[in-house]
């Protein structure tokens, strides 16, 4: 079964400093996702991207977070300089074609961001 | 967005059908219920989504209330696997919308042997 890849699953950086989190969506998927989860609160939508840039973002999805599709496979989410708030889990997530948007979005298992 | 109104939390016992309820009385006509669940420490997984008819399929039942202000999400047997938050989210893909999903708190469902 075709599934949404994170690496890594756990990255440990210090303030300041910038992460990339990487996630390999589902091969013939168009439209892609990142959400995050603090710490036993809910999951919460960041951005979506569709046809090479981003359609739509929330209030948390300021200028520290930026994503990329460097290469027709990858989906990046990157954050300039990581603050203590930012440790979260990052769930990338990924839709088909727009018939299949109505249906389902594939998750992947996540990267867990702990900034110290 | 519309929003939906689910229990905290809820009880089952293994094997028993379990009735996750979920009321979204400002539902729009365009907009898709949708159920997800997170099983601990995983990513968030598709259970099903209807729009106005009650569907089945090999994980579930959603029956959607006649005038779509409620639905029920159906676990026919639950089982221990079964552990998870379900989240009841209204889709809209109206447009040039790509239905962003917007999860609410959900409903964390535990299931005693």
């Known amino acids: 079964e075709p599934e949404v890849t994170q690496t890594p699953s756990h990255q440990v950086t210090q303030m300041g400093q910038e992460v990339i989190l990487r996630c390999v969506p589902i091969?013939?998927?168009?439209?892609f996702y990142w959400y995050r989860q603090i710490l036993g609160q809910k999951v919460e939508f960041l951005v979506s991207?569709?046809?090479?840039?981003?359609?739509?973002k929330s209030e948390i999805f300021d200028d520290q977070f930026s994503v990329e599709r460097p290469d027709g496979s990858n989906f990046t989410l990157k954050i300039r300089s990581t603050k203590l708030e930012d440790s979260a889990m990052y769930f990338c997530a990924s839709s088909g074609d727009r018939d299949r948007i109505l249906r389902e979005a594939f998750f992947g298992q996540g990267t867990r961001l702990t900034v110290v | 967005d519309a929003k939906t109104t689910q229990p905290n939390s809820m009880e089952s016992n293994e094997e028993e059908p379990v009735h996750l309820p979920c009321n979204h009385s400002?539902?729009?006509?365009?907009?898709?219920i949708h159920w997800y669940r997170q099983l601990p420490s995983q990513g968030p997984e598709y259970v099903i989504h209807?729009?106005?008819s009650n569907v089945n399929n090999r994980m579930a039942s959603l029956a959607i209330a006649e005038d779509r202000k409620s639905s029920t999400l159906i676990l026919h047997r639950a089982t221990l696997r079964d552990a998870a938050v379900y989240y009841c989210i209204l889709r809209d893909v109206r447009g040039g919308s790509q239905g962003n999903l917007i999860f609410g708190k959900g409903t964390k469902l535990s299931v005693k042997p």
């Open positions: 209807g729009l106005t």
């Open positions: 991207f569709y046809n090479n840039e981003i359609s739509e």
């Open positions: 400002t539902i729009s006509g365009t907009d898709y």
């Open positions: 091969s013939n998927h168009l439209y």
